[in-house]
């Protein structure tokens, strides 16, 4: 319970430290937002009243301390780019909600791949005696695990989308017309960010399980007349599995915060997309909702892996 | 003569292979910023959209440019760029990780909770946002890359130190009455390059795959620079018509991570069996 | 009872266990003895058919009553193996620490043994439990009318199958059921049982308890439950005692002792200490270099030993007798303790938990004398160690006074692996010292020149050659290690030298030399020692005076031999036991 409470604590003390950092760290930086809006032409009497209009005449302090308290509001503030209507400027959570779900199911997709394939081909790997298919499969992960996930993306279109014509590149179909077709396209994207990952956790499980089956409790379980096969399901893999929460976790944190570069190759409009044409059109108020947003999945998801592994782990929680 | 051979054959496959491949690519990019087979920006209408052939060995694009002349310019660009940034990240990484993991204390933890904060962080995603406070462009993404992974180093050689801070001959080396600086750089930091040398290898890949990605999303390397990542994102348009043209720098990028990898898997190998 | 005939084993390389023929009677206990890579635990990892699968027996066979179990040139037969394994012989191993699964529960590792030979042999459970001593009789009696029980139910769910089909399977099922929970208590209670009998008295805490929960000397209780509790006709223990407490040891030894009284099965003791040996085993073997180079009667072999190497054995390992004369009169403090409390902060949390400051060592109050060698004995955590840190300043929590009369001390490490920089060379090690004591002080600063010699002369005193010079540490035996620490220790002249457990990692001959060598460099170079061991007869082989400690304080203190003769204290008469 008092761990509990200290992993909460240092929690929300991470996303404040981010959250100040996010929001200054976009004041000190050249090029006024104003300008750039307006463009070069404006007069000094519309910029000035722009600047009031966007709250940008008090000082930062003021400023973040208006913002941060908005944002524990709810009120996540407006996109200085994406307007709602001819009068209206679009808010940020609207935005946001807009292009979360199109990640969240990327990244669910992608988690299915892992561990549907990952785990299964990581204990058969490990089991295996055949010499062949050890060195198979050492050089089929290490290639894919050098694969960048964009090219990965590109081989996918063309190998599914030109050659064998499963799916049109470029042809997103939004999850609100339909959303099964939505699933249908983003397999595509889901198969290349999971490859490299599946590579890497089969690797890392196979390798858990080779080091846990040299350790003295299951020369004691052999002892005791334990086969084979039970040895490595009973004994073996659940000890094995420990370490692969851990880096489960942190494939998850990496997928849910965005798998930004896989989103590019397909078109797909998530949170990726969102904040690359954020940054390049300098659209503030909608890069720094997005930091915070990335964080929080990451630390919360981080908190989840941590707390899972008390529980899974009777070494931690018992002490 | 004899030495070097003596050399290689104490060397593994792994080792051997990852250090052929990465040397390849190496010679290759350093050779483009003095000769390259055809002028990489020399168009030629009559030559768009040559598939490979001698004359072209990775073909040509949609302006009948030399696609093998713009990969070697990119690995030169690829090769520059990630050896600076792993010069900055890993340099910064042996300094302070030596003194927080050392000395302990409140300095330590601060830095633990900063780099336990970044590392948390999918990496091109720390360099965007450095990228959109900095604005593109080569020295800005070797910057941003130095800092977005220095974190990682730091953890390494802090936990290295740490483990090595109460080891025995730390101990003694202290009752004889050896200087801090002297234990810390003569007779801990030795003692590292093992493992550092391994996560240096990562480093490299990391940074590889990092400045392409970004340089892929228009937000890296800009051009004139020739960039693996954007000859990417040019060359997807042309999928149906030219797939060389995307599958040359893609490979290209393939080439050298693999082959790092297995330089990093062979020291791993080589350390382990010393042990 | 069990036959190993010729018995050579390979890992891609030499042979490591060569020729080896041996009997083991029914109820007899046979010791082998033997250094560290004597072939030892390969030639009982052999037997048990546990050897990994890159060893290769390349002769021999091994009979259980009569039944070939393995033969050179076939490949195990693992079905074969697993209706021994656990059923008719099983094994207690080194590491209690880590012989059980970390993340299962105590109880349901020993009940494992249970569930996996039931299914096999049903009749199992009852024809052992026909062995077992009578204590247990009634006890028994009361699982036999259980399993009457289940069989009537049995009976009477075959009478309702005739009922319609439908109420009939649930019946059935029902039935099932019950009699799975009826087998799971049963098995529970056994399990139980079997703790109690090794000396668990907190048999149901231990039940429901993860390994990492209990005591070395509790883990290795359970290992032997686990062992014991299907009544195999052999069990094998590989170094049972080799990584607890003497007094813990003392209580295991007594347990297999019993329980070998009162099942009556065979026991093989693997040791490297030939007093344990002696203390428990009827007959033992002596191996070395996989061969077995004696055999006999134990006390043949203690009174009588032919081989050389027994000999040598014997007359290494130490003794309480044959101790050189005690050379130091001296009594001047070179060191002196008062009122000393030593702590130790625990800070479980980083963040918000508060530190709790622990009192390790409690009022230690004594002196070293100029050029003696203190003995300091007492068991794993006792607080000797934490004392040493503290006398050399490595540990500012104190209270008291520490007086030292001359230069800093110096320390030599238990481990000879960790305790050298294994990135230098032994030229650079043995300088180093010199180095720093130059840049201290550089009225003592050296020339390069004079630093090579010093150094060739102390590798010399330590007994190496000079080609050890340039070799790193790597390139070094364990022996040869701790001697250039040592070297390295003395090589300033120091008044004292702190010695943790510089032997324990050792095998008993080099460990002679070393204790040897340690006298002889003291008697030279006058300097003192406190000299920390948890074993008392090593204690008594080098020390002029001797310190007990337990639980962080210092019981008695006085002169080697009016110690022995004549303890003080309760704990002194146990370790001396």
């Known amino acids: 319970m008092k761990y509990l409470v200290k992993k909460i604590v240092t929690l929300i003390m991470t996303l404040f430290l981010v959250s100040v950092l996010a929001f200054l760290a976009f004041q000190i930086i050249p090029g006024d937002v104003v300008t750039s809006i307006l463009g070069t032409e404006a007069t000094p009497e519309r910029e000035e009243a722009l600047r009031k209009e966007l709250g940008l005449d008090k000082p930062p302090v003021v400023r973040y301390v208006r913002w941060a308290g908005n944002v524990l509001r709810g009120d996540f503030g407006e996109s200085y780019r994406y307007s709602k209507n001819m009068n209206q400027m679009m808010p940020v959570a609207e935005l946001i909600g807009d292009k979360l779900p199109v990640t969240l199911l990327l990244a669910a997709l992608s988690m299915i791949l892992i561990a549907v394939i990952a785990i299964p081909l990581g204990v058969f790997w490990a089991r295996s005696k055949n010499k062949a298919f050890d060195v198979l499969m050492n050089m089929g992960t290490q290639t894919a695990m050098a694969v960048p996930s964009f090219f990965l993306g590109v081989l996918v279109t063309y190998l599914f989308g030109i050659v064998l014509k499963w799916f049109a590149p470029g042809g997103y179909v939004s999850y609100r017309d339909n959303f099964w077709g939505c699933v249908r396209y983003m397999i595509f994207p889901a198969i290349s960010v999971a490859i490299p990952k599946i590579a890497m956790t089969a690797r890392f499980l196979r390798n858990s399980m080779l080091m846990e089956s040299g350790s003295d409790y299951v020369r004691t379980a052999y002892s005791k007349g334990a086969s084979e096969r039970r040895v490595a399901y009973f004994h073996v893999l659940r000890n094995a599995m420990m370490p692969v929460v851990t880096f489960l976790g942190m494939i998850v944190a990496e997928i849910v915060a965005g798998s930004i570069v896989v989103e590019q190759v397909f078109s797909l409009p998530g949170i990726g997309k969102l904040l690359i044409s954020s940054i390049s059109t300098r659209d503030f108020p909608v890069v720094e909702i997005l930091i915070l947003y990335i964080t929080f999945v990451v630390i919360v998801v981080y908190f989840l892996v941590d707390v899972l592994y008390r529980i899974i782990d009777p070494r931690i929680s018992n002490k | ?275 | ?577």
Not at chain 2, 158 to 172: Q, T
Not at chain 3, 96 to 123: F, I, R, Y
Not at chain 3, 263 to 270: A, P, R, V, Y
Request: proline share 4%; charged share 20%; with cysteine.
């Open chain 3, 1 to 577: 009872m069990i036959k190993i005939d010729n018995l050579s084993v390979a890992f891609d390389g030499p042979e490591v266990v060569k020729n080896v023929s041996f009997t083991i009677g029914d109820g007899e206990i046979l010791g082998v003895v033997g250094e560290s890579g004597s072939g030892k635990s390969v030639t009982a990892l052999t037997l048990m058919g546990l050897v990994a699968e890159s060893a290769h027996v390349t002769s021999g066979e091994i009979y259980y009553d009569d039944q070939l179990l393995l033969k050179a040139g076939q490949p195990r037969n693992n079905a074969l193996y697993r209706q021994y394994q656990g059923l008719k012989m099983s094994m207690v191993f080194q590491e209690p620490m880590t012989s059980l699964n970390p993340t299962m529960k105590v109880g349901a590792q020993v009940e494992e043994v249970l569930l996996l030979h039931d299914k096999q042999d049903p009749k199992a459970p009852t024809q052992s439990k026909s062995k077992a001593p009578a204590g247990n009789l009634a006890k028994s009696a009361k699982s036999e009318s259980a399993e009457a029980k289940a069989k009537a139910e049995a009976k009477a769910d075959a009478e309702k199958k005739q009922r319609p089909a439908k109420e009939a399977s649930k019946n059935a099922l029902l039935a099932w059921h019950e009699r799975r929970v009826q087998e799971k208590e049963d098995r529970k209670r056994r399990v139980l049982e079997a703790l109690l009998n090794v000396g668990l008295k907190d048999a149901q805490r231990v039940y429901d308890s993860y390994p990492h929960q209990l005591s070395g000397g509790m883990r290795q209780r359970v290992m032997i439950a686990m062992a014991v509790i299907l009544h195999p006709g052999l069990i094998v223990a590989d170094e049972p005692t080799t990584a607890l407490d003497v007094t813990v040891q003392n209580q295991i030894i007594d347990l297999l002792r019993k329980i070998n009284h009162e099942q009556k099965n065979s026991l093989l003791f693997i040791t490297h200490d030939l007093n344990l040996a002696r203390r428990l085993c009827d007959r033992i073997l002596v191996m070395q270099d996989g061969c077995i180079v004696e055999e006999g009667a134990t006390e043949d072999i203690f009174c009588d030993p032919r081989g050389d190497y027994t000999k040598k054995l014997i007359s290494a390992v130490p003794g309480r007798t044959g101790k050189k004369k005690t050379s130091n009169s001296s009594t001047t403090p070179l060191v002196e303790v008062h009122d000393l409390n030593v702590y130790y902060r625990e800070n479980a949390n980083s963040l918000f938990g508060k530190t709790v400051k622990k009192c390790i060592v409690k009022d230690a109050n004594f002196e070293v004398y100029e050029g003696e060698i203190l003995g300091l004995v007492g068991e794993s955590g006792c607080g000797k160690t934490t004392l040493s840190k503290a006398m050399l300043g490595l540990n500012k929590m104190i209270d008291g006074r520490i007086v030292h009369h001359s230069n800093s001390p110096q320390m030599v490490f238990q481990d000879p692996y960790s305790s050298l920089n294994p990135t230098k060379t032994v030229g650079w090690l043995l300088q180093e010292p010199l180095r720093a004591q130059g840049i201290l002080d550089p009225s003592k600063a050296m020339t390069e020149k004079d630093r090579v010699a010093a150094a060739y002369d102390m590798l010399h005193k330590v007994g190496l050659k000079d080609k050890y010079y340039a070799r790193r540490p790597s390139q070094l035996s364990g022996g040869q290690r701790q001697r250039i620490s040592i070297g390295q220790a003395l090589i300033t002249r120091p008044g004292l030298v702190i010695a943790d457990e510089p032997v324990s990692a050792l095998d008993v001959t080099i460990q002679a030399q070393i204790l040897d060598l340690i006298r002889s460099l003291q008697e030279e170079l006058k300097t003192a020692f406190l000299f920390i061991s948890h074993d008392i007869n090593v204690i008594y082989q080098v020390s002029d005076r001797i310190m007990v400690m337990k639980d962080g304080k210092i019981l008695e203190i006085g002169e080697t031999e009016e110690v022995f003769r004549n303890p003080q204290d309760a704990y002194t008469k146990e370790l001396l036991r």
């Open chain 2, 1 to 275: 003569m004899k030495k070097v051979a003596g050399w290689f054959k104490k060397q593994n496959k792994y080792f051997l292979v990852g250090l052929a491949m990465t040397g390849l690519a190496v010679v290759l990019g350093i050779l483009s910023f003095f000769w390259t087979p055809y002028g990489p920006t020399t168009m030629s209408a009559a030559e768009r959209f040559n598939a490979p052939s001698f004359r072209h060995v990775f073909g040509t694009d949609n302006f009948g440019r030399d696609i093998f002349s713009r990969v070697m310019q990119g690995i030169g660009t690829t090769v520059i760029v990630s050896s600076l940034i792993v010069v900055i990240s890993a340099g910064a990484g042996i300094l302070i990780g030596a003194i927080t993991g050392y000395f302990g204390g409140i300095l330590d933890e601060a830095i633990m909770r900063v780099t336990d904060a970044v590392n948390a962080f999918p990496s091109i995603l720390l360099a965007l946002v450095v990228i959109s406070i900095l604005g593109s462009g080569k020295q800005n993404v070797i910057f941003s890359l130095g800092i977005v992974f220095t974190p990682s180093y730091v953890r390494i050689v802090r936990s290295e130190f740490i483990r090595l801070r109460d080891a025995d001959f730390v101990c003694r080396a202290r009752l004889m009455g050896v200087k801090k600086l002297r234990i810390l750089f003569v007779h801990i930091l030795p003692n590292i390059f093992s493992v550092f040398w391994v996560s240096v290898t990562i480093g490299f890949n990391n940074a590889i795959l990092a400045e392409s990605g970004m340089s892929y999303l228009g937000i890296g390397v800009q051009p004139p620079d020739a960039s693996l990542g954007k000859m990417l994102s040019d060359a997807q348009g042309y999928l149906g018509r030219a797939p060389w043209y995307a599958l040359a720098p893609g490979l290209t990028i393939v080439w050298i991570v693999l082959g790092f990898s297995l330089l990093s898997e062979g020291i791993r190998r080589k350390e382990a069996s010393k042990k």
